[in-house]
């Protein structure tokens, strides 16, 4: 079992900046592609992902240009820089890991392709 945390989330002015951060709890970390996922008001929605090894990644053009994903495999930690935050950025961020036996590198976009999520950390922008 892995147990994805997630921090940095807290409250913002728009056009101002975030970095969140996913610390997993596994030794395996390089086995899973990761992903940033967010729930606003309505249904969960996909923001980035990338591959086990970092060096694919993936972005929802909602946030492309703004938001960058990166991990760190030595360290167990996912991150994403967010810039020029904007209020419909509002919502409370996912992180998720999705094992990559026998199923590519990644990332993955559906929501149903990870198999673990973290618990959330919330994020706000002020106008």
């Known amino acids: 079992q892995v147990q994805l945390e997630e921090s940095g989330g807290g409250l913002v002015q728009a056009g101002g900046s975030l970095r969140l951060s996913c610390a997993a709890s596994?030794?395996?970390?390089?086995?899973?592609?990761m992903g940033w996922f967010r729930q606003g008001p309505e249904k969960r929605e996909y923001v980035a992902g990338i591959?086990?090894?970092?060096?694919?990644?993936n972005y929802a053009d909602s946030v492309k240009g703004r938001f960058t994903i990166a991990r760190d495999n030595a360290k167990n930690t996912m991150y994403l820089q967010m810039n020029s935050l904007k209020p419909e950025d509002t919502a409370v961020y996912y992180c998720?890991?999705?094992?990559?036996?026998?199923?590519?590198?990644?990332?993955?976009?559906?929501?149903?392709?990870?198999?673990?999520w973290g618990q959330g950390t919330q994020v706000t922008v002020s106008s």
């Open positions: 591959s086990w090894s970092g060096d694919a990644t």
């Open positions: 998720a890991g999705a094992r990559i036996h026998g199923r590519g590198m990644g990332p993955f976009v559906a929501p149903q392709e990870y198999d673990y």
């Open positions: 596994t030794q395996s970390f390089s086995s899973y592609a």
